[in-house]
C-alpha cells in the first residue's frame, strides 16, 4: 500500500519541530479533503514544519511538478501557530491566519474551503 504522506527532512536545527506535532500533523494531512490521491511531503523547518505536494490540477505548475502548499510556524513569543500560504505568481509567503492551538490550524488546512492552500 502506498503511504499518504511522504517525510523528509531539510537539515533545519530547531526547538518546535518535535515527532508528536510531526506525528499529528502527518494523520492530520491524511485526512485532508482536496487531492487526496497525491503524496504530499511533510519537511521540518526552523520553529514549524512546511507542507509540499505533487500539483495534479497543474494550476501552478503546468507540468505537475512539487510544489509549496503551507508554512506552518510555532511562535514562542506569543504561543500562537501562524499558517502561511504560498502566493506562487510572486513566490512569497503570506499569512494566512494565527491560531492558539495547532488542532484548529490543521482542521483549518485540511478542510481548505476557498482552496487557498491545495489549488
Known amino acids: 500500500m502506498r503511504p499518504t504522506v511522504t517525510t523528509m527532512y531539510d537539515g533545519a536545527a530547531s ?3 518535535n515527532e508528536f506535532d510531526y506525528k499529528r500533523i502527518q494523520r492530520a494531512l491524511e485526512q485532508r479533503r482536496r487531492y487526496r490521491y497525491v503524496t504530499p511531503l511533510l519537511l521540518k ?4 514544519y512546511r ?3 505533487p500539483c495534479c490540477s497543474r494550476n501552478v505548475d503546468p507540468d505537475g511538478g512539487v510544489i509549496d502548499i503551507a508554512l506552518l510556524l510555532f511562535d514562542e513569543r506569543n504561543g ?5 500560504r504560498k502566493d506562487h505568481t510572486v513566490g512569497v509567503w503570506e499569512l494566512d491566519r494565527e491560531f492558539p492551538r495547532l488542532t484548529e490550524l ?3 488546512l485540511t478542510e481548505d474551503a476557498e482552496r487557498r492552500f491545495w489549488q
Open 45 to 48: 523547518t526552523a520553529n514549524g
Open 51 to 53: 507542507i509540499q505536494s
Open 106 to 108: 490543521l482542521d483549518h
Open 80 to 84: 500562537k501557530w501562524r499558517l502561511l
Open 15 to 17: 526547538a518546535q519541530p
